[in-house]
């Protein structure tokens, strides 16, 4: 440019032909640390990248989003492919990202997020094969370093809970070189043993100190134990493929210490409270059965020999009343009839006629005599009084016209 007064576009421009020009800038790969991360609503990721204060002004746009395998956060260590150019609006140079990539932790980073996935598709943290954890348990162990906060904290706050659960620790190594190897050999030990539940794990920290908790050494090992096993490593915020494994994830060792140890006086309350509802329970179920007894007793007594008997002989009473009763009435209605019958007999009888002045005349022979007409002269006749028999024969007969 020759001498003169440009435009401040004009300036823009040339140095934006600058950075087109130079093929450096047009393929570079730059390394550094995550700042100010943003997502656009368009779909751009704007931020920093920062290294021992140096700052460097980034973006990729949206198009080129498909080559991004990882969502970018704050302090991630990247690799970022793309060219520098200016912003001719802002009159800044910044970096174009094509493509970005973990770089260091980063790359632990995709080998976890590998791992874990192939884990998955094997089942190795199927729900199914998860072990409930004792809520009682007499022997606890721990698979941890023998030094450090970790074990303070687990020992510590078991014997606060339960001083009569007894721990069994295996020292592991669990950061660096061989440290998986010695966890998965400690977690064969103590199941070896015995213990009734298993607690693995360590203190926090980066993801290369908590990596021997990524391997897959550990979590096979973790996956094959009976015993039900609480991962504990490190914070709150830190996830290992030893948690996903893992029966049940504790965020802390503290927090692994008090899910696998129960608390003796909470556990004295619950007794207790056992106790007053077992016997409230038994005072009710024996009160029913006071009074089953009761009505069963009411019952039976109705079927004892002396009051079946005692019953009878009134139902007995009662016949034999009913039965006397019958018994006069029909002997009144027999007498009645038998003086009605009497009166109309007495009219009848012969006795009384010959009483009255009649007399009872019969043949020789017995016959009665009914008529004079039944006579001859010369027949002998008896007469019947009321005080005797004459005896006559017939000299004449009689007989009067009717």
């Known amino acids: 440019m020759g001498r003169g007064i440009y435009s401040v576009r004009q300036i823009n421009e040339y140095i934006k032909n600058m950075f087109t020009q130079d ?41 080129n989003r ?12 990247v690799v970022v492919r793309g060219y520098v150019g200016i912003y001719e609006r802002d009159g800044k140079y910044q970096l174009y990202a094509r493509e970005i990539s973990l770089d260091g932790v980063g790359g632990l980073y995709e080998r976890f997020e590998a791992l874990k996935q192939e884990l998955s598709d094997r089942g190795l943290f199927a729900k199914e094969y998860k072990q409930p954890v004792p809520r009682y348990i007499k022997t606890l162990g721990i698979v941890t370093a023998d030094t450090g906060a970790a074990v303070r904290d687990i020992i510590s706050i078991s014997r ?39 607690i693995v794990g360590r203190g926090g920290g980066s993801i290369e100190d908590l990596w021997a908790f990524n391997e897959e050494l550990v979590a096979q090992a973790i996956f094959d134990c009976s015993v039900p096993i609480i991962s504990a490593v490190g914070h709150e915020t830190d996830f290992t493929i030893a948690d996903f494994v893992a029966d049940l994830r504790a965020p802390t ?16 309350l ?16 024996l009160l029913c059965y006071e009074r089953e007894l009761e009505r ?43 003086e009605l019958l009497a ?5 009848c009888s012969p006795l009384d006629k010959i009483t009255g002045g009649c007399a009872f005349v019969t043949k020789e022979d017995g016959l009665r005599l009914r008529s004079a007409s039944e006579a001859s002269c010369g027949d002998l006749l008896d007469l019947r009084l009321s005080d005797g028999v ?3 024969r017939v000299t004449d007969r009689i007989l009067t016209e009717k």
């Open 270 to 285: 619950e007794l207790e409270e056992g106790k007053k509802r077992l016997q409230a329970a038994m005072r009710q179920r």
């Open 23 to 63: 093929y450096l800038l047009n393929a570079v790969s730059v390394r550094g640390e995550v700042s100010n991360c943003k997502y656009h609503s368009s779909g751009h990721i704007y931020f920093t990248l920062k290294e021992q204060g140096s700052l460097l002004q980034a973006v990729m746009f949206a198009g």
């Open 296 to 338: 069963r007793f009411l019952r039976m007594r109705r079927f004892r020999p002396e009051h079946v008997i005692a019953e009878k002989r009134q139902l007995l009473d009662g016949f034999q009343d009913r039965l006397s009763a019958a018994m006069e009435h029909a002997l009144r209605e027999r007498s009645y009839r038998l």
């Open 66 to 77: 498909r080559g991004l395998s990882f969502p970018m956060r704050e302090g991630q260590q």
């Open 253 to 268: 060792p503290s927090a692994a210490a008090e899910l696998a140890v129960y608390e003796y006086g909470q556990f004295l």
């Open 160 to 198: 606060r809970r339960n001083p009569y659960v007894s721990l069994y620790l295996y020292p592991a190594k669990v950061q660096g070189e061989g440290a998986a190897e010695t966890i998965a050999a400690g977690i064969e030990a103590l199941e070896c043993l015995g213990v009734d539940c298993m």
């Open 390 to 392: 004459l005896r006559a």
């Open 343 to 347: 009166g109309r007999l007495s009219g």
